[in-house]
Structures are given as structure tokens and as C-alpha cells.
């Protein structure tokens, strides 16, 4: 079995995906990995939307236009709940950052069994609120397309060196 640190260095933005179908223990193992990601005094504001129909793929594929995207087998759509996200005395909500934990927890979870994963934010995010008919409390936050990656190279990461991020006190 891979360190996580190996998961972590292995883990890419995946853009080009096989005609291949996620099995659906793979599927079962990604969900329980997001369900068991942390969040802000455990209010879990989240919905994840597992998009493989037809008709669901077609509304992602509207909402982001690339053909590499298109390629995926699967996305999950990840959303925050805004009704249920805590925030802090500052006033500063903290859902959008819970949603971000449970999808990195899916990222890394797909590397782990043999799937590429991409972070896709730039998208039509209030065409996506149409089409999928989210309530007013609802914004999809990222798409994240999963599939069996159409190569098998992970690209060089560019990284800051450490003495560039890393302070101590």
C-alpha cells in the first residue's frame, strides 16, 4: 500500500480520461471517504451529486465546455449548504472551505484506487443551479470529473521550496 505522501505526490489534475466506466466499489469507496471528511463544528454542509446518466452528464458539459472534460465517466458535483454552514464571530462562513476538504478527500481517495480526478471551479455555476434546480440555500461549488486517466505519466508538480512557505515562531 501507498504512504498518503505518495497518494498526495501521485494525485494530478487529470485531463484526458478512458472510455471506461468507475467500478461501483470504487464509487462506494469515494463516497465514504467525502462522508468521512471533518467540517466546522461538524455541520457536514454538503451535498455531493453523482452525475454518470446521460442527461446529467450533458447538464455538467454545459456548464463547462472542454472536450477533455467530456471524457469522464463520472463527476460528483460538490455543493455547499449555506443554511447549515457555521460561522465564525468574525462573520466569515466556513462552508465553502468544508466542501474543499471532503473533495480533496475524494481527489486523494480516487489516486488511491487508480482514478484521475480534476478540480473544476471555473464553471457556469448559476446555470448549474438551474439545471440541476438546487434550492436558493444551495451553490455548487466545484465539478469534479473521475475516471481511469488516458495516461499513466504524472506530470513534474512545481512546488514552492519549503524556505518559501514554511515559518516558524
Same mark, same amino acid.
Given at each position: =500500500?501507498?504512504?498518503?505522501?505518495?497518494? #498526495?505526490? &501521485?494525485?494530478?489534475?487529470?485531463? @484526458?480520461?478512458?472510455?471506461?466506466?468507475? *467500478?461501483e466499489?470504487?464509487?462506494?469507496?469515494? %463516497?465514504?471517504?467525502?462522508? =468521512?471528511?471533518p467540517?466546522?463544528? &461538524?455541520?457536514?454542509?454538503?451535498? $455531493?451529486? #453523482?452525475?454518470?446518466?446521460?442527461? @446529467?452528464?450533458e447538464?455538467?458539459?454545459?456548464?463547462?465546455?472542454?472536450?477533455?472534460? &467530456?471524457?469522464?465517466?463520472?463527476y460528483?458535483?460538490?455543493?455547499?449548504?449555506? *443554511?447549515?454552514?457555521?460561522?465564525?464571530?468574525?462573520?466569515?462562513?466556513? @462552508?465553502?472551505?468544508?466542501?474543499?476538504i471532503?473533495?480533496?478527500?475524494? +481527489?486523494?481517495?480516487?489516486t488511491?484506487? /487508480?482514478l /484521475?480526478? +480534476?478540480?473544476? +471551479?471555473? $464553471?457556469?455555476?448559476?446555470? +448549474?443551479?438551474?439545471? $440541476?434546480?438546487?434550492?436558493?440555500?444551495?451553490?455548487?461549488?466545484?465539478i469534479?470529473?473521475? /475516471?481511469y486517466?488516458s495516461?499513466t505519466?504524472?506530470?513534474?508538480?512545481?512546488? %514552492?521550496?519549503?524556505?518559501?512557505?514554511? $515559518? *516558524? *515562531?
Amino acid at each position: =500500500m501507498d504512504s498518503l505522501l505518495d497518494v #498526495i505526490r &501521485n494525485r494530478y489534475s487529470c485531463r @484526458g480520461y478512458l472510455d471506461k466506466p468507475v *467500478e461501483e466499489e470504487k464509487i462506494a469507496y469515494l %463516497k465514504e471517504c467525502m462522508r =468521512m471528511a471533518p467540517s466546522a463544528v &461538524n455541520r457536514q454542509p454538503w451535498k $455531493f451529486r #453523482i452525475v454518470r446518466s446521460q442527461e @446529467g452528464r450533458e447538464k455538467l458539459q454545459s456548464c463547462y465546455s472542454r472536450s477533455w472534460f &467530456n471524457e469522464a465517466p463520472l463527476y460528483v458535483l460538490a455543493s455547499v449548504l449555506h *443554511e447549515q454552514e457555521w460561522v465564525r464571530t468574525d462573520s466569515k462562513p466556513h @462552508g465553502n472551505i468544508d466542501v474543499a476538504i471532503a473533495v480533496e478527500h475524494l +481527489c486523494l481517495a480516487a489516486t488511491e484506487q /487508480g482514478l /484521475g480526478s +480534476c478540480w473544476v +471551479c471555473n $464553471f457556469d455555476a448559476q446555470r +448549474c443551479h438551474e439545471l $440541476f434546480q438546487m434550492p436558493d440555500a444551495e451553490e455548487p461549488v466545484v465539478i469534479i470529473p473521475i /475516471g481511469y486517466a488516458s495516461s499513466t505519466e504524472v506530470p513534474p508538480k512545481m512546488r %514552492k521550496v519549503s524556505q518559501e512557505v514554511f $515559518f *516558524e *515562531e
